[in-house]
Structure formats: C-alpha cells, structure tokens
C-alpha cells in the first residue's frame, strides 16, 4: 500500500520560502508511471492544484504560482519536494502531496503551514 | 471563482440518493477524464471516481459518476451518515495546463 507524508516548518515567515518534502513508501518514486503532486488548501476553502513533477522528468505548475513555485524529486530517497518563494499571508494552508495517474489517488495526510510574522 | 460550478450544497434523508452536479467547458470535462474526491471533516481527499465512471478498490458501488458533453456527475444511492463530507470534481483543464477543483459540494444527511 502506497503511503505519502508531509514534512516541513509549520510557521514560515513572510517573504521567505516555504519548503516542503513528500516522502514515499509502499511503491518506489522513480517507477514512471505516475505523476507526484502538490495541492493546498485554506481553512474553510476548496482544493488547489500547485503542480506536479514527472519522476523521469518533466514538470507542470498551476499559472497562477508558477512564478514562484518549484517541485524537485530526489530518487535515491524516494521524496518529491515543494519550493514556494516569496509567501504571504495568502499561502496559509494545509499542504498535500499525492500521487496522481489516472487520478490523485494516494494522498498523504497533509500539512498545516502558517504565514506569519 | 472556480471554472467548474458545483452547488455548494445538496441533502437528503439516510437511504436517498443524491446527485452532485459539476458544470465545466470543452477544455476540461468536455476533453478529459473527470475524478470526483471525498473529504470527510478534517481529513485528507479520498478518491471515490476517476476516469469519469471508474471506482478504485474498495468504494463501494453506491457511488458512480457519469459524463455528458460539459457537465459530470456523482451519484450517491443509499445515504449514510458517514456519507456527509465535501465532495469535489477534478479534471485536467487542456487551457490552463492544470488539474482544476470544483468549489465543492456539502453532502448533508438528514
């Protein structure tokens, strides 16, 4: 059974980076087959896509965070990670990674970060 | 404002059913694979449908989804309480390059 966990600082402070690693068990990262993705979501909002990383290379990032967003993969750990530049209050969220192909099917619990000074 | 419209809100009685309606365009749902995703409160998404009218293991068959032209929907026959949750739509959108949510629907049992 696939399994996918969150880690990193709860509290980033504002214009700094947020970062953000998925670790992987149950199924190994660099199989090829799948997507490995990053979705947040406000208290109280909905569902935000922020981007995917192919294992073999390759990435995609929601327009709207492009900008400032990177996704990287580390295959000797089995971890993708999330880089967010230049937070604000707005990114306040709880963070999820998943994998996705044909759908986000595996989800890992997800990660409250906090934007404040 | 999300490109996908769902009702924020549907209900009925335990052992109902209901239908969760999301209302796209050609560049999403018109031309991609649609996913439906549960969250009970304060727990991860779960997915429940994908590839429009697929179920992965382990969900029962009292959910479906179907798929017309622009617009998809989730069926839920047999209403429990454990029922009651967000319920969100989720496809590619071939325009903005992006997997989009819909607003999300409550599911209330009455």
């Known amino acids: 059974q696939v399994q996918l966990q969150e880690s990193g600082p709860g509290l980033v402070k504002p214009s700094q980076t947020l970062s953000l690693t998925c670790t992987v068990s149950g199924g190994s990262i660099s199989s090829g087959r799948y997507y490995w993705s990053w979705i947040r979501q406000p208290a109280g909002k909905g569902l935000e896509w922020i981007g995917r990383?192919?294992?073999?290379?390759?990435?995609n990032y929601n327009p709207s965070l492009k900008s400032r967003v990177a996704i990287s993969v580390d295959t000797s750990k089995n971890q993708f990670s999330l880089k967010l530049t230049s937070v604000t209050a707005a990114d306040t969220a709880v963070y999820y990674c998943?994998?996705?192909?044909?759908?986000?099917?595996?989800w890992g619990q997800g990660t409250l970060v906090t934007v404040s000074s | 404002q999300s490109v996908l419209t769902q009702p924020p809100s549907v209900s009925a009685a335990p052992g109902q059913k209901v239908t969760i309606s999301c209302s796209g365009s050609?560049?999403?749902?018109?031309?991609?694979?649609v996913s439906w995703y549960q969250q009970l409160p304060g727990t991860a998404p779960k997915l429940l449908i994908y590839e429009d009218n697929k179920r992965p293991s382990g969900i029962p068959d009292r959910f479906s989804g179907s798929k017309s032209g622009t617009s998809a929907t989730l069926g839920i026959t047999g209403l429990q309480t454990g029922d009651e949750a967000d319920y969100y739509c989720?496809?590619?959108?071939?325009?903005?390059?992006?997997?989009?949510f819909g607003g999300g629907t409550k599911v209330t049992v009455l």
């Open positions: 989720g496809p590619w959108d071939s325009s903005l390059s992006v997997v989009i």
């Open positions: 990383i192919y294992a073999r290379g390759g990435t």
């Open positions: 050609s560049s999403n749902i018109g031309n991609n694979f």
């Open positions: 998943a994998r996705d192909h044909p759908a986000l099917e595996y």
